[in-house]
């Protein structure tokens, strides 16, 4: 059974994707956002971090002591608007099996080891993104998201504001045009 997302009867299966915010959420926390959508179970909702969008803190901005001494210089990002007064650490790398893989709320200690190990990318979040169950397929059926695999390339990419729009003017000709357009084309 194949993934169509505009027939309720047909299960949505995106753990493991990328969701790139359409281009007419404007304003709010999710505007031009990636997410990473890490867990997605249609009985249980959906679990994703905000990939590219910093903060513009460090996490010796946030947390002091030794245990954090090795991360004190590490970016913290937006995850999303859920629990936005926890912060957590998150690793990233690329398998040429099985693609884009991760390690999701590890510890400081973990996030110390994980940026030691070769083509691994550790990040600080507050917060993250999360869906009840069929709300996210309902987002979905409303053209919210756009639902895309990552690319090996995804990691060398800066995962700032700029990656919404590098993703999407891959997908096609029209997202193209969308990717470029200004936020609000009444100015243009």
Do not use: C
């Not at 281009?23 to 249609?42: D, K, Q």
Request: net charge negative; aromatic share 8%; no cysteine.
């Amino acid at each position: 059974m194949a993934d169509d997302p505009f027939n309720p009867n047909h299960p949505i299966q995106l753990q493991g994707q990328l969701l790139l915010a359409d281009p007419s959420l404007r304003s709010g926390t999710f505007h031009r956002s990636v997410i990473l959508l890490a867990e997605h179970n249609a009985d249980q909702g959906a679990f994703g971090l905000i990939l590219n969008h910093p903060t513009g803190k460090i996490v010796g901005d946030l947390l002091h002591g030794e245990d954090f001494a090795p991360l004190r210089q590490l970016a913290v990002h937006e995850g999303g608007p859920v629990a936005p007064d926890q912060l957590t650490f998150s690793s990233f790398w690329w398998s040429k099996k099985l693609g884009l893989r991760w390690a999701l709320r590890i510890s400081a200690e973990e996030a110390v080891t994980h940026s030691h190990r070769p083509g691994r990318i550790v990040r600080a979040f507050i917060g993250y993104s999360g869906w009840s169950a069929g709300q996210l397929e309902n987002e979905l059926r409303r053209s919210s998201w756009i639902a895309t695999r990552p690319q090996p390339d995804l990691l060398g990419h800066e995962h700032d504001l700029g990656l919404w729009s590098e993703l999407l003017r891959h997908l096609s000709p029209l997202h193209r045009i969308l990717a470029e357009a200004p936020d609000d084309p009444s100015l243009n």
